[in-house]
Nanobody, 124 residues
Framework: QVQPVESGGRWVQAGDSLRLSCKLS????????MAWFRQAPGKEREFVGV????????NVVDSVKDRFVISSDNPKVTMYLQMNSLKPDDTAVYYC?????????????????WGRGTQVTVSS
């Protein structure tokens, strides 16, 4: 079993920066993709970005690419989401997901392991 655990979410003001972390535990050697999703109140969960544990390539959704950066530590056990110039529209629960698939997916259904989420609230 694999368990992602998110941390770092909190209340911030518009324009602030925040870094989220996601640490994997369990049988992590089987994991090839780690991703961030977010879900705002009343909306569907949406893809934010992904990092491949094989090679370390990253991909961030175009809507936040100029403000958000995804990275991971060298063993690729912990993934980070650096969020800059935060806006009220970024308010959401941010989820970490992981999967064995070697192809970094962008949809919810492509990930089998999920964290419980961390709340990010951005006030104007």
């Amino acid at each position: 079993q694999v368990q992602p655990v998110e941390s770092g979410g909190r209340w911030v003001q518009a324009g602030d920066s925040l870094r989220l972390s996601c640490k994997l535990s369990g049988f992590i050697s089987a994991i090839n993709s780690m991703a961030w999703f977010r879900q705002a109140p009343g909306k569907e969960r949406e893809f934010v970005g992904v990092v491949s544990r094989n090679g370390g390539s990253t991909n961030v959704v175009d809507s936040v690419k100029d403000r958000f950066v995804i990275s991971s530590d060298n063993p690729k056990v912990t993934m980070y989401l650096q969020m800059n110039s935060l806006k009220p529209d970024d308010t959401a629960v941010y989820y970490c997901a992981a999967d064995r698939s070697a192809r970094p997916g962008v949809s919810v259904g492509e990930y089998n392991y999920w964290g419980r989420g961390t709340q990010v609230t951005v006030s104007s």
